[in-house]
């Protein structure tokens, strides 16, 4: 049996504007109607497996509680409290799941949150030939077949063949293109896809081996480990002690027990718009096309446009070629395919200006439905708010602001100071400045209604909890 451990964390910064901080790629749906999370898991139907371990940090863990939730089972969801790189995370992973599966040592199938595999038939043959290596003690590493002298990865240099696979003669840093080409041409390099399956002991042994203060600050971290909601919480001051480091470094380019298995499955990282342009349905011309889009004289571009729940808008192209357009509800960037892997310079220059723009989108997701800011002035901010059923906003006051409520559909059960009262369509309450008060969805529909906020101050951080259902403090 395999437990899959699902790496959920990043941020993916040469996606935005359409990836941002508190909503990265992996949670976006970019290659299907579901997320890269929920892709890489329902590709593991075809294996005997047990639910996944998750790995997350705290401020995503309600998007991937509601995603993993939205298809199945939740399994466990292991929040990291800051991320240290991917050698402690999996160690935490496989010391929990050790724990829950004493006396059995449990193969771990280590997969990114964020990778999309075209052959899923062919992803499962290659998972299920290296099983009997893992099984072995051996510590397997995935290699991709690669297709191109690509320079914006790693790669593994295979040794002698041992069974389905390789011994690992050595792991190589991104190369520049003459090198890549080299690579590519002898036949005996994979890129290095970052897809590991090992038993969870052999793992944890190689690593206190190579790195025992890695795993020392790991053990020390679950010596405390608290349950809360659908989280499992590991020590924060133990775990901030935790070297970062990656698996690649910590263990696999120093153990002797690597073993690289070949994978040619469409296998992609969706690391950059041009990546996406590649997996992406394309037509005659060669262009990949989401939204309301008007093409003339226009060759080999990506449009992404604006969906029709998200209040599409047109967009119109006239002569390009190899060009990258993505229209978000506040944001539009526009690139050159050769260039999209310098988004990132944007995000940078955002965060350092202090916008928004690069953390938040204008729709924010939370553990009660979502919100989207529709229109802001000096002293007035217009959201319309969408609660889930049996979703319940924090009981909370606000020092700077009052708030009127208008219900567009469903049921709103509103506490406002000393009152309980409930709204339907049309109706609404004012909320004054300094008054507690709480929403909630008690029917069976989402409820929609509009917020108008007016005062001196509006910011997000203008709340004061006292009650919040789902373990919220400052978030």
């Not at 898991?41 to 639910?51: I, P, Q």
């Not at 690509?150 to 390789?166: E, P, Q, S, V």
């Not at 002797?256 to 005659?284: F, M, Q, R, T």
């Not at 729709?363 to 007035?380: A, H, L, M, Q």
Request: net charge negative; proline share 4%; with cysteine.
């Amino acid at each position: 049996m395999i437990t899959p451990v699902i790496m959920a964390g990043g941020s993916g910064t040469r996606l935005w504007p359409l990836s941002r901080l508190l909503y990265p790629k992996q949670f976006l749906s970019l290659v299907s109607d579901n997320s890269m999370l929920q892709e890489t898991v329902a590709r593991l139907g075809s294996l005997d497996v047990t639910e996944p371990v998750t790995i997350c940090n705290e401020e995503h863990r309600f998007i991937v509680a509601e995603q993993l939730r939205t298809i199945g089972d939740l399994g466990t969801i292991v929040l990291e409290p800051a991320g240290r790189n991917t050698a402690p995370a999996i160690a935490l992973a496989a010391n929990i799941v050790a724990n829950l599966n004493a006396g059995k040592d449990p193969i771990l199938l280590v997969l990114a949150a964020d990778h999309a595999i075209e052959d899923e038939a062919e992803f499962t043959q290659v998972i299920e030939q290296a099983l009997p290596l893992a099984e072995q003690g051996k510590l397997v590493t995935f290699g991709i077949v690669p297709k191109s002298a690509h320079t914006g990865y790693g790669y593994i240099k295979r040794g002698d063949m041992l069974d389905a696979g390789f011994l690992v003669d050595q792991f190589v840093e991104k190369p520049n293109g003459d090198t890549a080409q080299q690579y590519l041409d002898s036949g005996e390099y994979y890129w290095n896809s970052g897809m590991f399956l090992f038993k969870a002991s052999r793992y944890l042994e190689e690593l206190n081996a190579l790195r025992p203060d890695i795993a020392a600050a790991c053990e020390a971290s679950l010596n405390n480990v608290t349950k809360d909601l659908d989280f499992v919480r590991v020590d924060k001051e133990e775990f901030l002690k935790c070297p970062d480091e990656s698996i690649d470094y910590a263990v696999m380019e120093s153990t002797k027990d690597a073993v690289v298995v070949p994978l040619d499955a469409g296998w992609n990282d969706i690391g950059s718009w041009s990546a996406l342009w590649e997996v992406d349905k394309k037509c005659a011309n060669g262009n990949a096309v989401k939204g309301d889009v008007i093409l003339h004289d226009t060759k080999n571009c990506l449009i992404h446009g604006l969906s029709e729940n998200e209040g599409q808008r047109l967009v119109a192209t006239v002569g390009l070629e190899d060009i990258v357009i993505v229209d978000t509800k506040d944001a539009v960037m526009v690139a050159h395919k050769d260039k999209v892997q310098e988004v990132k310079q944007i995000v940078e220059t955002l965060k350092a200006q202090g916008r928004s723009e690069f953390k938040l989108h204008r729709e924010v997701y939370r553990p009660w439905g979502k919100y989207d800011s529709i229109d802001n002035g000096g002293r007035y901010q217009v959201k319309h708010i969408t609660v889930k059923p049996g979703g319940k906003l924090s009981v909370q006051m606000h020092h700077h602001r009052a708030e009127h409520w208008i219900v567009v559909s469903g049921t709103a059960q509103v506490t406002n100071g000393d009152k309980t009262i409930l709204l339907t369509e049309n109706e609404s309450t004012y909320i004054p400045v300094g008054v507690v008060h709480a929403l909630e969805n008690p029917g069976k529909l989402p409820l929609e209604l509009i917020e108008v906020q007016s005062g001196s101050y509006l910011g997000e951080d203008d709340i004061v909890r006292f009650e919040d259902r789902y373990g919220r403090i400052d978030d």
